[in-house]
């Protein structure tokens, strides 16, 4: 079943400790579909400029990415500019330019409605609305968000996740987004607030989902709802960038490949997510993802399965 | 088959977001000993002040642990006080007071030397080094040490590292030691000094464990010969300490009580261990470990196998 991405499709300059790439393809939309592209159809909602060009588009033409709905304008693409020189597990922003994404508005192309699946990656709030209103039969709406949002446009952001039935955000944002001292008490309030699932993504130390109890009132502890993938601990990481959407893009692209969702989905979505996050990292930008064949993912879906696996 | 187990025994005043505890018993040997305790005969090595009375035996006689080892000392038992309110994952020191363990010499009681399995908790090097060589016949040796010896101790703390084959130490430890950039490159250069596995304790992350190729030349990467397990994402950590000592006493516990050691064995003992851990910061000190059951412990094991394991 086809998936369909809203969010950005930029140019990154990043200065790592392996290394440093001037202006690589890259925003989440970009991750988050090259990614998905190896389990299921895949359509982008975006907004580029004119350094946006037959190089890029090449990119997603390679993996079948519908871009359709990429909107072009006369200007810049977004450019992001970051350092991962002091942490590994966070960015430092040295320079963001919204550029042509200042004034984007999302438009959903008519071949794009009967998408079953839905991810809203990180973007304004207002947008992210916009396009889930704008596609009300998605069959499982996933979404992102970051700290900027949540700190300066929580009530925007509280309408969105009203419509996701996942929320994937990392643990820092978890902690701002409810107050909570710990992952498990943050899950309870999320799932007050729309989400049937929060997948916590915690960079180097894998992710953590969590699932809604069936009866709203269920006592059951969250440590028994919880699922949990390591990060493969690779020798070196040498480009963090969009590791957190190419796990999603592995986590939704999966589900979306399987006839029916059912607890056992889950568990291997998150797997997946995982095993396309441990690629990107090990190259700068897309780098990795470009080059990727499905069997290199299915073999390293069996080296997760022995690193976490009894018996 | 039996452990001995050299440590500090000692008393400690913690202070957490839940709430603060003044001298409550603590001590690596004494989290590792009652961990252990639910698996195997333990036999502790340490040495204790006036301070420690009827109260502080009756906690390791009503686990059966053989205290024939631990010195009775004029003066006061060894103290820390420490503070988790700004970290959960790092204890801030606020006071160490070595009292009676200033002169500490461990001496090994005759019954304890047909002991397979030694573990030497963190204490100055000199020290384990002198119990290692005194347990030539020991079939299985781990330790623990911390930045205090890595950083101003590191030639007698390499002396150990020869005698031992498994090494358990944190992420910021593993660092400090081979100053490598991730786990993984570390457990080689580790493998080099002597430790044919390496745990690494990365708090409310869990433990990796490495393990060494069987080829000094082996070229299979690190992460191919790891093994992952998560921590329990519980929604309070009342106290943190002691988790790691208990998590390696369920560790060398559950390998201690097996009657051959195989790989299967070690990826059940870094869940045991994981288990120990888990139970130990739901309250202060030693009070969780004091009131389990092994029950619980059967019961908590297959909680670890729903969060890991994708059938």
Request: a negative charge.
């Amino acid at each position: 079943m086809a998936i369909t991405v809203v969010g950005s499709v930029a140019f990154d300059t990043v200065e790592t400790p392996a290394g440093r790439r001037e202006r690589c393809l890259a925003g989440a939309a970009t991750y988050f579909s090259l990614s998905a592209s190896f389990f299921t159809d895949v359509r982008v909602i975006a907004v580029v400029g004119d350094d946006f060009g037959p190089e890029q588009q090449k990119v997603f033409d390679a993996r079948k990415v519908d871009t359709t709905g990429i909107q072009h304008r006369p200007g810049k693409s977004f450019f992001w500019q970051g350092s991962y020189m002091e942490n590994l597990n966070e960015a430092k922003t040295i320079n963001t330019e919204l550029n042509v994404f200042a004034g984007f508005e999302p438009s959903i192309p008519a071949s794009y409605s009967d998408s079953e699946y839905l991810f809203l990656a990180n973007i304004d709030p207002v947008l992210q609305r916009r396009v889930r209103e704008a596609m009300p039969t998605a069959k499982l709406v996933g979404g992102d968000t970051m700290n900027y949002w949540i700190k300066d446009h929580k009530p925007a952001l509280l309408e969105v996740l009203k419509g996701l039935d996942v929320l994937l955000i990392n643990d820092t944002e978890t902690r701002m987004l409810t107050g909570a001292r710990s992952i498990a008490l943050a899950a309870g309030k999320i799932f007050e607030l729309g989400p049937k699932i929060l997948v916590v993504k915690r960079g180097e130390y894998g992710a953590t989902a969590f699932f809604a109890p069936k009866r709203p009132d269920g006592a059951e502890r969250m440590a028994h709802r919880a699922f949990h993938v390591p990060a493969l601990p690779l020798e070196e990481v040498v480009d963090p960038t969009g590791a957190g959407d190419s796990f999603a893009g592995g986590f939704f692209g999966y589900l979306a490949s399987q006839k029916e969702l059912t607890p056992k989905s889950f568990r291997y979505a998150m797997f997946y997510g995982s095993v396309m996050g441990s690629f990107v990292v090990e190259r700068f930008g897309t780098d990795r993802l470009q080059e990727l064949t499905r069997e290199e993912i299915d073999h390293r879906f069996k080296l997760f399965r022995e690193l976490t696996h009894l018996d």
